[in-house]
């Protein structure tokens, strides 16, 4: 059952980078009516909403686009900042959703933030000491082990409502502003669905690895 588990949990991870790395390169290569990049449309976004500070930066890597809280940034990766594909729209106006959560104060994303310290420790210290449990025999050591993979989990619950909701904010950005017409809004939607069945996956394969290191405790007690 430990194995079928563990299996299960690959499976769903494979999956998930397929589906979004699938759906990535179809959009990828649907130019944009508008001919904008990332870069034009997460600026305008920026500043139709009152965030001119906010930074813009181009990152190394594909797909490693993210916010940046602490220095207010939007940091595309080098294809999302400089194409003008539905798939650079998609991403962009996601990113700028965050700092539009950030400028609101939405409470998901200030939970998130708080946990990020904790989470760092967790997926560090986790998996030794259970390591460390198991070799000493120490019962106890390997409960701690289980509550730190709980505090992953935890922290990706709370991610669903922050994704989920910056990709409504970025649509609806995309859509008011008229950077894409009705049709490719569609394809918009797609990729941004695909990018959150990620985080869907990532609760999915931590609620498996708690109950599998569960099972293990349970049956060593």
Request: with cysteine.
């Amino acid at each position: 059952m430990y194995n079928l588990i563990f299996f299960i949990t690959i499976a769903i991870t494979l999956a998930s980078q397929a589906y979004i790395s699938n759906t990535y390169q179809k959009t990828k290569k649907i130019a944009s009516k508008s001919s904008l990049s990332g870069y034009e449309v997460a600026r305008r976004i920026l500043d139709t909403n009152g965030l001119q500070s906010v930074q813009i930066e181009k990152v190394a890597g594909e797909l490693s686009d993210h916010y940046d809280p602490a220095n207010k940034k939007v940091c595309l990766s080098e294809d999302i900042y400089e194409n003008t594909s539905l798939a650079s729209i998609s991403v962009a106006s996601h990113e700028c959703g965050h700092a539009l959560q950030d400028k609101d104060g939405f409470a998901f994303l200030r939970i998130r933030r708080s946990m990020v310290p904790l989470v760092n420790f967790a997926s560090r210290a986790g998996y030794f000491i259970i390591l460390i449990s198991v070799v000493m025999s120490l019962m106890k050591l390997f409960w701690i082990g289980i509550l730190l993979e709980a505090v992953i989990l935890l922290f990706q619950i709370v991610t669903l409502p922050v994704e989920f909701d910056a990709s409504r904010r970025a649509l609806n950005q995309i859509s008011d502003l008229k950077m894409v017409e009705k049709e490719e809004h569609q394809n918009c939607k797609k990729m941004l669905t695909a990018a959150a069945f990620t985080y869907v996956a990532a609760v999915a394969t931590a609620i498996l690895e708690v109950l599998r290191l569960l099972m293990i405790a349970r049956r060593n007690d």
